[in-house]
Each structure stands twice: as structure tokens, then as C-alpha cells.
């Protein structure tokens, strides 16, 4: 870590506890445990995961993307509308509230 673990935000607990011996399992539980996790979780991100990820973030991207966006609109509201139609809906009413 970049940074002393007394500066953790991991650390919150143990600061506003003020007992000593908490503060020093807490300070050993940060240090071994939890910045050792995200460590290991960060090079996952940064060798295995980036690689493998879309470059686009939209649910159309994916096939079958638009079926999937209508069950995700149907499961939310109650409407049948297309992501289109809500789309210009709200375009529509974003107009009237000028």
C-alpha cells in the first residue's frame, strides 16, 4: 500500500474505539489480512480481468442485448414500451419542463 496503515480508512473502527488492545488486532487484521485481499484483488483486475473485459458497457452490446434490455424494462416498471419509446418519452417531457 501506498500509504501507513494508521492512515487506512480500514482503520475507522479502531480509531473512534480508543482501546489499545482493539486498535492493535484491528492495525494486525488490516495489515494481513484485509490489504493483503485487495492486493490480490487488484492484480486480478489489473492481469486476468481487463483483458477479458467488453470495451463496450451498454446491455445492446451483448447478443441478444436489446431482448435483454426489454425483460430488464419489463421487471422494473409496468409498462411494455421499448427502451426507445421511454426514451423519447422522457426527451418529450424534459422539453415541457423548459
Known sequence: MDYKIADSPFMSPAK???NPVFYARWEEL???EINPAIAKYQNFLKKEYLDAARDEISI???????ECYQAYIRNFTSTNKTGDEIFRLGEKSSRRMK
Not at 60 to 66: A, I
Open 16 to 18: 473512534r474505539d480508543g
Open 60 to 66: 445492446l452490446s451483448l447478443p441478444r442485448g436489446k
Open 30 to 32: 488490516v495489515s494481513k
